[in-house]
């Protein structure tokens, strides 16, 4: 039982290595700029060891938005302090602007193109948290209607990921948590009844 546990614990290191390898390369040269062979090497593993982790450099890539994911549900979901909808969907964007804070600028701008589609992925962890918080709203009578909750949430990310657009244009010398609650809290408040 132990070699197996010893084992599986390799396994994950090994792929933990690839994936810090590869986004390391990936904040260097963009996406294009890597290639597998390029990210084996960097990990010090075969490109047949590359491939039994990941099928593709876009795997690896996606890799990078499942970690988002992951962390939107254990940091984010169920540890929202606010108790108004207002408050709670602030919040949310406080801690969107957060995480591409902690991945960094130079990382960020190489994500943060009109070539990446994983934008476009419709029922993403990070969304569903959102569109949850929104319906909850909806149905106390706190939240407009007029649109339904995926397309708010809609919305409300195309506007938060031109804010994370501009702190990259800017090259980070604007404050992306306080512009993000700025801009966000505008926003929340045209979807707001009056109760």
Known sequence: ???????????????RKIYECGVR????????????????KEAGVSVGTYYYYFASKFELFSEIFKQADEYFLK???GHIKAEDFRGQITEFFEKYAEFNC???LEMVKKLYTSDNKMFNIKGRIMQKILEDIIENGQIKGHI??????????????VV???????WCLLDGVMDL???????IASMV???????
């Open 102 to 104: 902690l991945n960094g």
């Open 75 to 77: 940091e984010v979901k």
């Open 160 to 166: 938060a990921r031109g804010i994370v657009f501009e």
């Open 144 to 157: 407009s209607t007029r649109e339904n909750s995926t397309e708010i949430t809609r919305i409300f990310f």
């Open 189 to 195: 408040e045209g979807y707001m009844l009056n109760n």
């Open 25 to 40: 390369l990936i904040r260097i040269h963009g996406f294009d700029g890597v290639t597998v062979d390029q990210i084996a």
């Open 177 to 183: 948590k306080s512009e993000m609650n700025k801009i």
């Open 1 to 15: 039982m132990a070699k197996i546990t010893n084992r599986s614990k390799q396994a994950e290191t090994t792929k």
